[in-house]
Each structure stands twice: as C-alpha cells, then as structure tokens.
C-alpha cells in the first residue's frame, strides 16, 4: 500500500485547506485511515480517524472537533480531511496512515499503522 498526500499550504487564520490521502496497490475501503500531524519540536499527534468502509466510523482528537471532517471517496481510492477554521497552533507536517486491523482506542498511536504517506506541510499564518 502507498499513499501520497496532497492540500497541503500556506493559509491565513480562519482559512480552509482540504488534504487528500490516495492510495495506490490497495483497496483503501478495507482499511481505516488516520491522518497524524507534526510540529517541529513536538510528538506526532493524531488528528482524525475514519475506520474501514464496513463501519465508518470517525474519531477526532478535541482540539480539531467540529472544525476537520474525514472523509472517504472509494471511487478515487481517497480519503479527505476537510480542515475549516484554522489557527496558527494547526501548523504541522501532516501525514495520513493506514490500517487492515484497527483497534479502535489505539486510533491515535502511530504504531497501529503500517503504511504512511510522505506528509504535507500545513502552514496558518496568524
């Protein structure tokens, strides 16, 4: 499984960025998707999760609820995360990763996933 990221820029605060995770050599409705993101000087922390097409289900890390939205198009072998509102402490390298087997309360740990995308720089300017 590769996946490659995309969106990713410089915005203003308040501002909205869509990022796209595609795969390739795999089906990604099998697999539940997490983008992570990482600040310079800080751990990579999880933002958001959808599990694999069967379920559905998302989880979101609080400081990004009700701002981010994951989503999945399995015609494109895609998943997006729409990022609305947002703030200067947004900023980070972020990168999506991908899992056949996912325990739900480990959505955020980086070691549950196998496969991860090469990142995409998400700049907010204050």
């Known amino acids: 499984l590769h996946l490659v990221e995309s969106g990713g820029g410089l915005v203003q605060s308040g501002g909205s960025l869509r990022l796209s995770c595609v795969a390739s050599?795999?089906?990604?409705?099998?697999?539940?998707i997490s983008w992570f993101r990482q600040a310079p000087g800080k751990e990579r922390e999880g933002v958001s999760c959808i599990t694999n097409k069967i379920d559905g289900s998302t989880y979101y890390t609080d400081s990004v609820k009700g701002r981010f939205t994951i989503t999945r198009d399995s015609a494109k072998n895609t998943v997006y995360l729409q990022m609305n509102s947002l703030k200067p402490e947004d900023t980070a390298t972020y990168y999506c990763a991908a899992t056949e087997a996912l325990w739900t309360t480990m959505w955020s740990s980086g070691s549950t996933y196998e496969s991860w995308g090469q990142g995409t720089q998400v700049t907010v300017s204050s």
């Open positions: 050599g795999e089906n990604l409705d099998y697999y539940a």
